[in-house]
């Protein structure tokens, strides 16, 4: 019905298509199968759009279903509310993420979700999303894999300030070297000036199974600075 309705009538009214797919995601039970071609639907009509339309109405009916425990379902909700960066849903969907029950699979899925929402984000809810990443360059998965979680993780970076990204290479040092080599290869040779004591201290003391490419990401940082306390550590 809502499918063939935008195959059909594509230049009918945005809100009116709009209209009539939040009204069946409001009216329909978590169980219903109705719910998964209303939400395929939206991601649709979502597609016109290159901006993040408003669609108020959408966001909120998405809110009241999500989590419904459907780990089909729920990842389509959680890509149609990273598109509306309904960033009250931020929240929720780091929790999916990181519970305990989660398939890879959907942790992954979410991770990438997780790195298209501007708004929603708090320090400490951002440290929760990172700290998922570390590690995970490890998981079977091709030899492309390891590279694509380090580009989810590159992509949450750059949207994230650069006193937080400052912050993490302070407090996390030697003990993540996936986010920390990220986030100094994300920092501007300004931003690394203020913290170089701090790359010093991570160039002398990493250890462990990647401390090698750490030590690599943290020389290439020193030398980007262009600060002469670096010098000696080139």
Not at 56 to 79: C, G, M, N
Not at 88 to 100: F, S
Not at 134 to 161: C, V
Request: aromatic residues 6%; charged residues 30%.
């Amino acid at each position: 019905g809502l499918i063939a309705l935008h195959v059909v009538a594509p230049g009918e009214d945005f809100q009116q298509r709009l209209a009539k797919i939040v009204s069946v995601i409001r009216t329909v039970s978590r169980e219903d199968e109705s719910l998964s071609g209303a939400l395929r639907a939206a991601g649709l009509l979502l597609l016109e759009s290159e901006k993040k339309p408003a669609a108020d109405d959408l966001k909120q009916a998405l809110l009241a279903h999500f989590p419904t425990k459907s780990p089909a379902v729920d990842r389509e909700i959680a890509r149609l509310l990273a598109k509306l960066d309904a960033g009250e849903a931020v929240e929720r969907i780091v929790a999916e993420l990181l519970a305990p029950d989660a398939s890879r699979a959907d942790q992954i899925h979410y991770a990438l979700c997780l790195r298209f929402f501007d708004s929603g984000w708090e320090p400490q809810l951002r440290r929760r999303y990172f700290n998922w990443f570390e590690g995970k360059q490890h998981w079977e998965g091709g030899y492309s894999f390891s590279m694509y979680i380090r580009n989810i993780l590159d992509d949450a970076l750059a949207k994230t300030p650069a006193a937080e990204r400052q912050d993490l290479v302070r407090d996390r040092r030697d003990d993540a070297p996936l986010l920390v080599s990220a986030t100094l290869r994300s920092l501007s040779a300004k931003d690394l000036i203020e913290i170089v004591p701090e790359l010093i201290e991570i160039q002398q003391s990493a250890n462990g199974e990647d401390a090698a490419k750490l030590v690599e990401e943290t020389a290439l940082a020193l030398g980007r600075c262009g600060d002469e306390r670096a010098t000696p550590y080139l």
